[in-house]
């Protein structure tokens, strides 16, 4: 498998400037760096698929360009072998993660050895920050200013019936 390519694989709803840090950082660290947004019919989101692609790929900077995004369906260890891509990155922000994270990475790992699992730490700002989160805040009128990029910001008052 190879190790050049790394995965980013998420929900994504929306990406947050946590997902951006995690982004960036792996990109400086893998050749090439896939995200890769779920496509799960069981789970409810805001955002479409196609809305959340939109969002990712317009709020990757430009500068970034072995950055891809991409989709998928099904088990994340069946798209890392179809995208040859030998690693899987997650972020970790605080100990309640962790279990669940442990949880993912070891079956990931039991249906296939070769991939590994590396876990990133974002910006210590970012580390209580997540699309749930940013949701409720959106929905309750609450400033996202430092937590989502400008144009996601805008998406989300969309979302909920507020025009700027
Ligand atoms: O952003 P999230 O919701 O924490 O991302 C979770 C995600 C998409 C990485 C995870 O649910 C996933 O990989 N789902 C695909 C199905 C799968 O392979 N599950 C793990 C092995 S059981």
Do not use: C, W
Request: hydrophobic share 40%; charged share 25%.
């Amino acid at each position: 498998m190879n190790r050049i390519g790394a995965i980013y694989p998420g929900t994504f709803d929306p990406v947050t400037n946590g997902h951006l840090d995690i982004i960036e950082r792996s990109s400086r660290l893998f050749a090439r760096v896939i995200v890769a947004i779920l496509v799960n019919p069981q789970k409810e989101t805001l955002f479409s698929v196609e809305e959340r692609r939109h969002l990712l790929v317009r709020s990757i900077p430009e500068e970034i360009s072995n950055v891809e995004v991409d989709v998928f369906r099904g088990l994340l260890v069946d798209y890392a072998r179809q995208r040859q891509a030998g690693i899987i990155i997650r972020g970790i922000r605080a100990v309640s993660d962790y279990e669940y994270e442990l949880q993912m990475a070891l079956m990931n790992r039991r249906l296939e050895p070769s991939i590994e699992t590396f876990f990133m730490l974002p910006a210590e700002n970012y580390s209580y920050l997540s699309s749930r989160l940013v949701r409720e805040l959106a929905q309750n009128s609450g400033s996202l200013e430092g937590l989502v990029p400008e144009l996601v910001a805008k998406a989300l008052e969309e979302k909920y019936g507020r025009t700027r």
